[in-house]
Nanobody, 122 residues
Framework: QVQLVESGGGLVQAGGSLRLSCAAS????????MGWFRQAPGKEREFVAH????????YYTDSVKGRFTISRDKDKNTVYLQMNSLKPEDTAVYYC???????????????WGQGTQVTVAS
């Protein structure tokens, strides 16, 4: 079992930056690949980025490439999403997820955080 708690969301102007954190409980954090997803009102949950269990591989959806960076700190049991050059279309609730396989399919991940709101004002 893994419990996930996101933080770091908020209101930011277009072009600004935020860093989301996802703190994981449990000693098995290093076993899990981690993903970030987002969901805007009236839209389906959308893949943003994932990182392998060892942190050696990352993957991003096209719309955030070059702007977002996913990373993990095994000593702190935390995964991060650094978001730069934010756009109004990035506005959504952001969720982190843990699973045994890194994937852009949200159905693969059994463990989810509660989400954190990111709002980008134009």
């Amino acid at each position: 079992q893994v419990q996930l708690v996101e933080s770091g969301g908020g209101l930011v102007q277009a072009g600004g930056s935020l860093r989301l954190s996802c703190a994981a409980s449990g000693r098995t954090f290093i076993k899990y690949a981690m993903g970030w997803f987002r969901q805007a009102p009236g839209k389906e949950r959308e893949f943003v980025a994932h990182i392998g269990s060892g942190g050696e591989s990352t993957y991003y959806t096209d719309s955030v490439k070059g702007r977002f960076t996913i990373s993990r700190d095994k000593d702190k049991n935390t995964v991060y999403l650094q978001m730069n050059s934010l756009k109004p279309e990035d506005t959504a609730v952001y969720y982190c997820a843990a699973g045994l396989v890194a994937s852009d399919n949200h159905k693969v991940y059994p463990y989810w955080g509660q989400g954190t709101q990111v709002t980008v004002a134009s």
